[in-house]
């Protein structure tokens, strides 16, 4: 079984830091990131995916999840696989 965590990112430029934080507070528990905005030479998109792989069971993931919905302009969905 595999646990998915998809943030569709829509104010990527002022939410970063809190995404990040998130991120690294449960480091130990992500095995795969992978981050996916639109940019060019010329703008860089304010809107971003980000798809995480999640090692931990579901009722352990429930707080990070909670903690990337609490971030105004993130959306966040667990898929279990």
């Given at each position: 079984?595999?646990?998915?965590?998809?943030?569709?990112?829509?104010?990527?430029?002022?939410?970063?830091?809190?995404?990040?934080?998130?991120?690294t507070s449960s480091?130990c528990e992500?095995r795969?990131?992978?981050?996916?905005?639109?940019?060019s030479?010329?703008?860089c998109?304010?809107?971003g995916?980000?798809?995480l792989?999640i090692?931990s069971?579901?009722?352990?993931?429930k707080?990070?999840?909670?903690?990337?919905?609490?971030?105004?302009?993130?959306?966040?969905?667990?898929i279990?696989?």
């Open positions: 079984m595999a646990n998915i965590l998809i943030l569709s990112v829509e104010k990527r430029n002022s939410c970063a830091v809190k995404i990040q934080e998130a991120l480091g992500i795969t990131r992978l981050g996916i905005h639109d940019s030479a010329l703008a998109s304010d809107k995916l980000i798809i792989e090692l069971e579901e009722n352990l993931i707080p990070l999840l909670a903690k990337f919905e609490a971030l105004d302009g993130v959306k966040a969905k667990l279990t696989i």
